[in-house]
């Protein structure tokens, strides 16, 4: 599951000279912790993906230079988090357009929660990111290990590739894998 919220002002330009968010007492760094911190010219925000039950509290944005904050509460209903982790089998893989061999993107889904045998594909999606998800496939494979198969593959077919989750209506999405097709 992914928490997102933000803090919005008048504009956030040169008069800000720093900005950070604090959850529960802490200072969230972006990249860190499943933090990813984000600015824009009006909105800053905080993602922590994925979340978990622990992150249910209050987190507090703090514009130095304006002399401004603001605080949103993160509120999460017991049993709204997932223990789903997925794991990639690999950044980035390089195939040859048109190549016979097969070009496989793999992926590993693990849960505490879930039986090995009821991780199923039905609820896996592996989508190409495009501002956005798109061309979102059901993968092959079964009990967590999911992997999607390019056959004579185009350079059409590159770019970063992630598998969605959905664990009850939660959905977790893994880090990205890149694929070039030279």
Known sequence: ???STQSTGEKLNDE???IVWKCGG??????????????SKTTNSLTLDPSEVGDAGSCTCYAKGVGTQDEVTITLVE??????????KKSALVCNAGQKR??????????KEIKK??????NARICKLVGGRQDCEEPKGKRGNF????RNPSTEDSGQYVLVYNDRGVETESAAITLAIN
Do not use: P, W
């Open 102 to 111: 097969r070009c496989v993107l793999k992926f590993k889904v693990t849960s």
């Open 117 to 122: 045998k009821d991780i199923v594909k039905a």
């Open 147 to 150: 992997k999607r198969k390019f």
């Open 16 to 18: 800000i000279t720093k």
């Open 79 to 88: 049993g709204e988090g997932s223990d789903i982790k997925i794991t990639r």
């Open 1 to 3: 599951a992914v928490v």
């Open 26 to 39: 802490k200072k969230m760094v972006n990249g860190k912790n499943r933090a990813r911190i984000e600015n």
